[in-house]
């Protein structure tokens, strides 16, 4: 079995029993060695998944299942519509704006691409891409490209960007929030 399958598959083991489950449990279960399961528990710790604790991990309680972006984009397009129309009240020419992954900020790009006196941060690639060709001032966070969320650049890069770059306006969804 190889990584990621093995990975969904304690995700799978974490969700089901909902509680801790030990080392022993996931080498038998995965017919793994402990030191194959031990550093996919560390990996999986080091992106939030999984808390480790002695002998084994409980599932990390902010992870969810993550959605697709693209297919985010298409539930509740009328509400994110309405939510980006109304959201363009606050931003003024001159305005710099943080606009996250969610695809309610992807909808609101949509509606201020044709602005031309804006600078937009963002660690959303799809946003970068649709802003690409707007004579909007695009700075991206770098940072990697996040394994669970394929739209999204994440890590102290992308942290340090937003830490020295001071927007006038921020638009995010409650998940961005920790």
Same mark, same amino acid.
């Given at each position: 079995? !190889?990584?990621?399958?093995?990975?969904?598959?304690?995700?799978?083991?974490?969700?089901?029993?909902?509680?801790f489950?030990?080392? *022993?449990?996931?080498?038998?279960?995965?017919?793994?060695?402990?030191?194959?399961?031990?550093?996919?528990?560390?990996?999986?710790e080091?992106?939030?998944?999984?808390?480790?604790?002695?002998?084994?991990?409980?599932?990390?309680?902010?992870?969810?299942?993550?959605?697709? !972006?693209?297919?985010?984009?298409?539930?509740?397009?009328?509400?994110?519509?309405?939510?980006?129309? *109304?959201?363009?009240s606050? +931003?003024k020419?001159?305005?710099?704006? !943080?606009?996250?992954? #969610? #695809?309610?900020?992807?909808?609101?790009?949509?509606e201020? *691409?044709?602005?031309?006196?804006?600078?937009?941060?963002?660690?959303?690639?799809?946003?970068?891409?649709?802003?690409?060709?707007?004579?909007?001032?695009?700075?991206?966070?770098?940072?990697?490209?996040?394994?669970?969320?394929?739209n999204?650049?994440?890590?102290?890069?992308?942290?340090?960007?937003?830490?020295? +770059? !001071?927007?006038?306006?921020?638009?995010?969804?409650?998940?961005?929030?920790?």
């Open positions: 079995m !190889f990584y990621k399958e093995r990975e969904q598959e304690i995700l799978s083991i974490l969700k089901t029993t909902n509680s489950v030990t080392v *022993k449990t996931l080498c038998d279960t995965l017919y793994a060695s402990e030191s194959s399961i031990r550093r996919d528990l560390r990996a999986m080091e992106r939030g998944l999984v808390k480790r604790s002695y002998g084994g991990a409980v599932l990390e309680n902010n992870y969810s299942n993550i959605v697709t !972006f693209n297919r985010r984009t298409r539930q509740n397009v009328n509400e994110k519509r309405e939510i980006a129309k *109304k959201a363009i606050f +931003i020419d001159g305005d710099i704006i !943080f606009l996250d992954q #969610s #695809s309610t900020a992807f909808y609101l790009a949509d201020i *691409k044709n602005r031309s006196s804006l600078t937009v941060v963002t660690n959303n690639i799809e946003i970068m891409m649709l802003l690409s060709n707007s004579k909007i001032k695009l700075i991206s966070s770098g940072g990697c490209l996040s394994d669970e969320n394929r999204c650049l994440i890590g102290s890069d992308a942290q340090r960007t937003f830490e020295n +770059i !001071f927007a006038d306006i921020t638009f995010f969804s409650v998940k961005a929030v920790s």
